[in-house]
């Protein structure tokens, strides 16, 4: 991250895989009467890497929507909260590395932090695309496994943004990112897209890059997030926790 920093910003988490040092950026903002409950806000900021050539000849995959844009809004979010300097919880901003290969970053996360402290995961993944809902609208995933959700809509009430329940279920999106491996812990973590699924393009090519992406609905997105987020930020609102025996019946 460049720029000047919350105060009280902290960054840690460090893993070696392959022999290559790899990091979980992670900072804090630490909260105020419930400053040992914390909630994160997370996305992942590896991608592929290099690939079979497009067109252009071009084999980089950049992952621009794919999740770029995700850590961006992680940014935006981290800068908005530290200027507002009134969450009652602490809040937790972490950029994980190594999802596509397996979530081995925030693997590594949880099980170096106390996944009894997390009230709640507001993972953001894919929202540089306008949703099938139209702008400022997103899915969350997992829906049914708590009341994350529910909470959400509620907050959003008489505003210009909605929150509905992944409608690309088929998919399994709700298990094909970082916040599987908190819910596995309990914790209400779900994520948050505008993904259309097979109807995103550019997904998984070199072709995703940053002028593909619809800068005015990511914005709205966030916006959204931040409203919705005020009321577990606040303590007047907690997430019902995820039942973990669900995971031992899938698996």
Same mark, same amino acid.
């Given at each position: &991250? $460049?720029?000047?920093? %919350?105060?009280?910003?902290?960054?840690?988490? *460090? /893993?070696?895989?392959?022999?290559?040092?790899? *990091?979980?950026?992670?900072? @804090?903002? %630490?909260?105020?009467?419930?400053?040992? /409950? *914390?909630? @994160?806000?997370?996305? +992942?900021?590896? +991608?592929?890497?290099?690939?079979?050539?497009?067109?252009?000849?071009?084999?980089?995959?950049?992952? #621009?929507?794919? =999740?770029?844009?995700?850590? #961006?809004? @992680?940014?935006?979010?981290?800068? +908005?909260?530290? !200027? *507002?300097?009134?969450?009652?919880?602490?809040?937790?901003? #972490?950029?994980?590395?190594?999802?596509?290969?397996?979530?081995?970053?925030? &693997?590594?996360? $949880?099980?170096?932090?106390?996944?009894?402290?997390?009230?709640?995961?507001?993972?953001?993944? &894919?929202?540089?695309?306008?949703?099938?809902?139209? &702008?400022?609208?997103?899915?969350?995933?997992?829906?049914?496994?708590?009341?994350?959700?529910?909470i959400l809509q509620k907050n959003l009430e008489g505003s210009l943004y909605q929150f509905y329940p992944d409608t690309l279920k088929r998919m399994n999106l709700f298990y094909m990112s970082d916040?599987?491996?908190?819910?596995?812990?309990?914790? %209400?973590?779900?994520?948050?897209?505008?993904?259309?699924?097979?109807?995103?393009?550019?997904?998984? $090519? %070199?072709? =995703?890059?940053? =002028?593909?992406?619809?800068y005015k609905n990511m914005n709205e997105v966030i916006r959204a997030i931040a409203i919705s987020a005020g009321g577990i930020i606040s303590g007047k609102d907690t997430p019902t926790r995820i039942?973990?025996?669900?995971?031992?019946? !899938?698996?």
């Amino acid at each position: &991250m $460049t720029g000047k920093k %919350p105060e009280n910003w902290s960054v840690e988490y *460090q /893993q070696r895989i392959e022999k290559k040092s790899l *990091q979980n950026v992670v900072g @804090v903002l %630490p909260g105020k009467k419930l400053k040992g /409950q *914390q909630i @994160v806000f997370s996305a +992942h900021y590896d +991608h592929v890497g290099i690939g079979k050539p497009n067109n252009e000849n071009d084999s980089i995959y950049n992952g #621009a929507n794919d =999740d770029a844009a995700g850590v #961006a809004a @992680v940014i935006q979010l981290a800068n +908005h909260f530290a !200027r *507002q300097k009134n969450n009652e919880r602490s809040l937790v901003f #972490a950029a994980f590395t190594c999802e596509e290969i397996g979530y081995f970053g925030s &693997m590594y996360f $949880t099980r170096h932090y106390d996944s009894s402290r997390i009230v709640a995961d507001f993972n953001i993944e &894919m929202i540089g695309s306008i949703s099938e809902n139209g &702008m400022g609208a997103a899915g969350i995933t997992g829906y049914e496994h708590s009341d994350f959700g529910k909470i959400l809509q509620k907050n959003l009430e008489g505003s210009l943004y909605q929150f509905y329940p992944d409608t690309l279920k088929r998919m399994n999106l709700f298990y094909m990112s970082d916040n599987i491996t908190l819910a596995r812990k309990g914790i %209400p973590a779900h994520t948050i897209s505008t993904s259309r699924g097979s109807r995103e393009p550019y997904f998984h $090519t %070199p072709d =995703d890059e940053w =002028d593909k992406l619809d800068y005015k609905n990511m914005n709205e997105v966030i916006r959204a997030i931040a409203i919705s987020a005020g009321g577990i930020i606040s303590g007047k609102d907690t997430p019902t926790r995820i039942d973990v025996n669900m995971f031992r019946i !899938r698996n």
